[in-house]
């Protein structure tokens, strides 16, 4: 069974500081990795997508991806309230490119 | 990135009845997905919607249950047939333009059986 897990939430941060989201991955295979931001009763919103090992920057948020230890993170600089929402970390199959495992979400609140 | 829209946003349904869930992207997209959400969870994968061919079901998830249409290349409907409150969910589209790109999601519908 492949998986994708988050760290548990709920996370809390205060405005303005670092929030830290983590994303491990069963799957050796796995070539493409993607966050998204799911606001309370909205759909999924993508943020980022990593394909490469490194570092990926896009604003306030930069991916991190390690796949020999089967990793990804998310980094959100600054953190607003704005940014409260839960988090989805998604890691394709690696047999298939169609497939997209989700994981369960991590849950971030930035205090005012 | 295809702008996707699915309708209804929402519905209240009787019991042993059927819902089709309609999914319109703005341009041509060679996958489109669908998955459920249920309250606090993830989301899990119905089925994998290919033009020309047939569905491809996960695991728990059947034909007859959830029948699921792909006529041309932006566009996809999902039934949600038979109906009991254990139904319940979030029922979302998706849409990835190419292999390896990310999906994007409709707004979804939010359904609940009485």
């Known amino acids: 069974q492949k998986e994708v897990e988050q760290n548990s939430g709920p996370l809390s941060v205060p405005e303005g500081a670092i929030a830290s989201l983590n994303c491990t991955y069963s799957d050796r295979g796995s070539q493409s990795f993607f966050w998204y931001r799911q606001y309370s009763g909205k759909s999924p919103e993508l943020i980022m997508s990593?394909?490469?090992?490194g570092d990926k920057e896009d604003g306030r948020f930069t991916a991190q991806l390690n796949k020999a230890s089967q990793y990804v993170s998310l980094l959100i600089r600054d953190s607003q309230p704005s940014d409260s929402a839960t988090y989805l970390c998604a890691v394709n199959e690696g047999t298939s490119y169609d497939k997209v495992i989700f994981g369960p979400g991590t849950s971030l609140s930035v205090i005012p | 990135s295809a702008v996707i829209s699915q309708k209804p946003s929402r519905d209240i349904c009787q019991r042993g009845t059927s819902l089709t869930i309609q999914c319109q992207v703005d341009?041509?997209?060679?996958?489109m997905f669908w998955y459920r959400q249920q309250p606090g969870q993830s989301l899990t994968l119905i089925a994998t919607a290919n033009q020309g061919s047939e569905a491809t079901y996960e695991s728990g998830f059947v034909i007859d249950k959830f029948p699921i249409s792909r006529p041309n290349l932006t566009f996809s409907t999902l039934t949600v047939s038979n109906m009991s409150p254990e139904d319940s969910s979030i029922y979302l589209c998706?849409?990835?333009?190419?292999?390896?790109?990310?999906?994007?999601f409709g707004d979804g519908t939010r359904l609940s059986i009485l």
């Open positions: 990593i394909y490469s090992n």
């Open positions: 341009s041509q997209v060679t996958m």
């Open positions: 998706s849409a990835r333009t190419d292999e390896n790109q990310p999906q994007h």
